[in-house]
């Protein structure tokens, strides 16, 4: 293909997939009801479950003003050619085409995140305030702010380094070594993650000594589970909205709980939730769900491989050459179609682990206080209860809350 008739083929996935995401966020607004159906009647009193509308509305209206402004923002930028302009002024500054792709990256960051802080704080401190769920101050919005830059400048920058030496040292042969350091990055982030980059945003503490943290042992030696730490994390610090997860590799695992979670659910509903995050592990799902990533990676580096130094495609996005660095994004929009039918697809795989995970709980624990977990964290998070089957099948990792819940009664009832 000419660069020219490049340049229309990523203008028009971009827009292509702008508007098939906007049709998608428009069906699953007008997919609220008015009313509850049966099923989820008693879940939401009606007064909040008329607040959750008001939410989704106004999550739904803003996410439909900043997709249009970036999208907006990224078709000008193709169409004039202003990444080329910025890697023809970069250009002279620089020796090393490594640094001068990292410099190039690095200006792209800080432009979009300064573009993007309005709408950050608009969302926090507007809509999430206004529905009672934010809890950031400013001193810990811009802390937040620098912590990641510095993250990003040792981590993304390092890792960047490696992967950009990679691909001019071994040219098309770089994909298979850039899939073994991007492996090795993932797991060392799933065993340290906690430890290490965690801290630096939220306070860690052991979960104290009580009733809970026996239930939570008690449980996981029934199980078999290799529980080496229960901790609590100050959710607080920024949102009501509660969560606990697990993490870390091999023989000892990790529990984090959100102290906005302890403080809303009971000790026998805390321990169901964690029951199905055993199960996620029981069954593999970690594993394979962390394999098929790898799968993927491949396939999308290979692919890469084969247009990295595709000169046409620098040409496209405005420059008078080949350059990489133009290459690399050129591709994140080229692929778009690819990982879209991909997300899809793990997200099917998502729904059916979910599945496996509560009935897991349901054996093992009981079914009745996780049934109870998800409907108050359904409705504490003020959650859209009847979301449009094609928004659900596209974006969902999870089944709705009413297919969880009616799978878990199903369950019952077979056994």
Not at 17 to 23: C, H, I, T
Not at 342 to 353: E, F, H, I
Request: hydrophobic share 50%; aromatic share 14%.
């Amino acid at each position: 293909m000419s660069s020219v008739q490049l340049l229309y083929l990523i203008l028009g996935i971009v827009l292509v997939d702008y508007f098939f995401d906007q049709l998608l966020d428009f069906f699953n607004m007008k997919s609220a009801k008015s009313s509850l159906p049966k099923a989820l009647e008693g879940i939401y009193p009606p007064e909040e479950y008329a607040k959750s509308q008001r939410y989704l509305k106004a999550r739904s209206k803003f996410s439909f003003l900043t997709t249009a402004f970036s999208t907006s923002i990224t078709v000008l930028i193709l169409a004039f050619g202003l990444f080329g302009n910025l890697d023809a002024w970069l250009s002279p500054y620089f020796e090393s085409s490594i640094v001068q792709s990292l410099a190039f990256f690095g200006i792209l960051f800080i432009v979009s995140d300064i573009i993007n802080i309005p709408f950050e704080l608009y969302s926090t401190f507007v809509i999430e305030e206004k529905f009672g769920f934010n809890k950031t101050t400013l001193k810990t919005f811009w802390a937040d702010k620098l912590k990641g830059y510095l993250l990003l400048v040792v981590l993304g920058g390092g890792l960047g380094y490696v992967l950009l030496w990679l691909i001019f040292e071994w040219q098309e042969q770089f994909w298979i070594y850039a899939l073994l350091v991007i492996t090795g990055f993932s797991i060392f982030m799933s065993m340290f993650y906690t430890s290490l980059i965690l801290p630096l945003f939220n306070k860690l503490t052991p979960l104290a000594d009580g009733e809970l943290k026996d239930k939570i042992n008690a449980y996981a030696d029934r199980v078999k589970f290799p529980l080496d730490n229960i901790f609590v994390i100050d959710g607080s610090k920024r949102s009501s909205k509660a969560n606990a997860f697990f993490s870390g590799m091999g023989k000892k695992k990790k529990i984090v709980l959100y102290d906005t979670l302890i403080e809303k659910q009971s000790d026998e509903e805390l321990v169901a939730v964690l029951a199905h995050e055993v199960g996620h592990f029981k069954k593999k799902h970690i594993i394979f769900s962390m394999a098929l990533s790898i799968v993927q990676m491949a396939i999308m580096l290979y692919v890469l491989s084969l247009l990295i130094f595709n000169e046409n495609l620098s040409m496209a996005l405005g420059a008078d050459g080949l350059s990489v660095h133009l290459n690399l994004i050129a591709f994140a929009l080229l692929y778009t179609p690819i990982s879209k039918v991909t997300g899809v697809l793990m997200n099917m795989l998502s729904r059916k682990n979910e599945y496996e995970a509560d009935a897991y709980a349901s054996t093992t624990y009981d079914p009745v206080p996780l049934q109870s977990a998800l409907k108050k964290l359904s409705v504490d998070s003020l959650s859209n209860l009847t979301p449009h089957s094609a928004y659900v099948f596209i974006n969902y990792s999870h089944p709705t809350l009413l297919q969880r819940l009616t799978h878990m009664d199903q369950f019952k009832k077979s056994n």
